[in-house]
Structure formats: structure tokens, C-alpha cells
């Protein structure tokens, strides 16, 4: 029987990399977003030329109900949760002082709520279970802090601090959590770059060029299908800089 992966946010960027990667290799992969929907059911069709067995919800996950809900659904359809993969999350380019209240929660929500909650649905049966792999999608503004993303910054050492604590927590119990501490990568939240500024950003990279989806996927894989003692670790990828 093949193992289960729950992507969060995987209708484009790097989560439906991941959805393909580990489509690809075997598992059965479940998709979810809360409103791209033609790109989810267009990442649903690739994914099933290669695991017919996926499906796709959509919820919001930042939301502890809709979160609740879909975690349930899951466990009904497949048995269980092998692998948490979460990516849900949303940028903000602007200075602080001018961000509005409702700005900044909206990024804390989508970027921890969102992986707190799938997290703490999904952990009963791992325990239980005594196995599970969980990963979470980060950034390296979460350990050096980015100018103008002073809140996204803060939203991904949130992720790195709390993967930290968990495997920790989480040890004992056979489950493993890690980070994947993401540089510049091709997607769709960083396409707001102009040409000047993406050859600046570039000239900073020693491997001189942005990472792929792809890379970041296969990264994701290897930590949840090669690692046996890997925790705890907030792992970089981003080509040097």
C-alpha cells in the first residue's frame, strides 16, 4: 500500500513540484488549496498519470474548523497521514509602518496558523502510530530577516523556531521534523521582481541563478523517504547566498 503525503497549498509553486515529486516515487498525494482552484484541478490531472489514487481538497487550512475538516475527510478516504508537507503560505512586500493590522495577521495566519493547525490534526495517529515525517516550507528571510518582508521574516522564524521545539517534542515518537529554508526560488512570489532587480538579487547568489520548484521538491522527498535521523534541522537551500 503505497504511503500518504498531504500537501498544504500545492495548486502551484513548490507545492505541486512537491505533489509531482513525490507523486512520481510512489506515493498517494493530496492536494489543497483554498481558492486556486483551475490550478489545483489542473495539478490533479498531472498528479494522477502517475498516482491515479490522489485527490484534492479545498479548504483553508488557517481556518482550525476547515483545517479539522479536511484532516478528517483524509483519514476516512485513505487511513492516514504518512507525510505533512506544509506550504501553505503568502508573502508582503512594504515597509512595516505603513502595513494595517489585518495585514499582518492575515500573513501570521496563513503562514503558521495554517501549519500549526494541520500539524496538531495530524500528530494522534503519528504518535499512535509511533512513524510520520513532517516538513515544513520556509524561507532563509527566516534566520537572516529580509527588508520590507520584516513580518514574513518574522512568520517564517516563527516555523523555524517551532520545528526546532517539535522534534524535540516529537522524538520519542519516531516522527521526524524538519525545515526546508527556501532562497530564491522560480515561483509565481517572485515574479513581482523587475528585471534589474532580479539580476541584482542573482549577482548576491553564488551559484549565480534562482533555485527551481523541482529542487526544493526533491529536497522534500529525500527527507521524507531517505532520512532516518535527520531532525530538528532547518536546511538551506539557496544556491550559497
Known amino acids: 500500500?503505497?504511503?500518504?503525503?498531504?500537501?498544504?497549498?500545492?495548486?502551484?509553486?513548490?507545492?505541486?513540484a512537491a505533489a509531482l515529486e513525490f507523486a512520481k516515487n510512489g506515493y498517494t498525494v493530496i492536494l489543497n488549496t483554498k481558492k486556486s482552484k483551475d490550478e489545483l484541478a489542473a495539478t490533479l490531472d498531472k498528479v494522477k498519470k502517475y498516482s491515479p489514487?490522489?485527490?484534492?481538497?479545498?479548504?483553508?487550512?488557517?481556518?482550525?474548523?476547515?483545517?479539522?475538516?479536511?484532516?478528517?475527510?483524509?483519514?476516512?478516504?485513505f487511513?492516514?497521514?504518512?507525510?505533512?508537507?506544509?506550504?501553505?503560505?503568502?508573502?508582503?512586500?512594504?515597509?512595516?509602518?505603513?502595513?494595517?493590522?489585518?495585514?499582518?495577521?492575515?500573513?501570521?495566519?496563513?503562514?503558521?496558523?495554517?501549519?500549526?493547525?494541520?500539524?496538531?490534526?495530524?500528530?494522534?495517529?503519528?504518535v499512535?502510530?509511533?512513524?510520520?515525517?513532517?516538513?515544513?516550507?520556509?524561507?532563509m528571510?527566516?534566520?537572516?530577516?529580509?527588508?520590507?518582508e520584516a513580518v514574513y521574516s518574522a512568520s517564517k522564524g516563527a516555523m523555524n523556531a517551532f520545528t526546532k521545539a517539535l522534534a524535540k517534542?516529537?522524538?520519542p515518537s519516531g516522527i521526524t521534523v524538519n525545515a526546508i529554508a527556501c532562497g530564491a526560488v522560480q515561483t509565481d512570489m517572485n515574479s513581482f521582481l523587475s528585471d534589474e532587480e532580479r539580476s541584482d538579487f542573482i549577482e548576491q547568489i553564488p551559484l549565480c541563478r534562482f533555485g527551481t520548484p523541482e529542487e526544493v521538491a526533491g529536497l522534500a522527498l529525500f527527507l521524507a523517504e531517505k532520512n532516518t535521523y535527520i531532525t530538528g534541522q532547518i536546511i538551506g537551500i539557496d544556491g550559497g547566498f
Open 1 to 16: 500500500m503505497s504511503k500518504i503525503v498531504f500537501i498544504s497549498g500545492s495548486a502551484k509553486g513548490i507545492g505541486r
Open 53 to 77: 489514487s490522489s485527490a484534492a481538497f479545498i479548504s483553508d487550512v488557517s481556518d482550525y474548523e476547515q483545517a479539522k475538516n479536511t484532516i478528517k475527510d483524509i483519514y476516512n478516504k
Open 79 to 126: 487511513g492516514g497521514i504518512d507525510v505533512l508537507v506544509n506550504n501553505a503560505g503568502i508573502s508582503h512586500i512594504g515597509l512595516f509602518e505603513d502595513m494595517k493590522p489585518h495585514e499582518w495577521q492575515h500573513i501570521i495566519k496563513n503562514n503558521v496558523e495554517s501549519m500549526l493547525n494541520c500539524t496538531h490534526l495530524v500528530l494522534p495517529d503519528m
Open 128 to 139: 499512535r502510530r509511533h512513524c510520520g515525517c513532517i516538513i515544513n516550507i520556509s524561507s
Open 141 to 148: 528571510w527566516g534566520t537572516s530577516g529580509a527588508s520590507c
Open 169 to 171: 517534542e516529537l522524538g
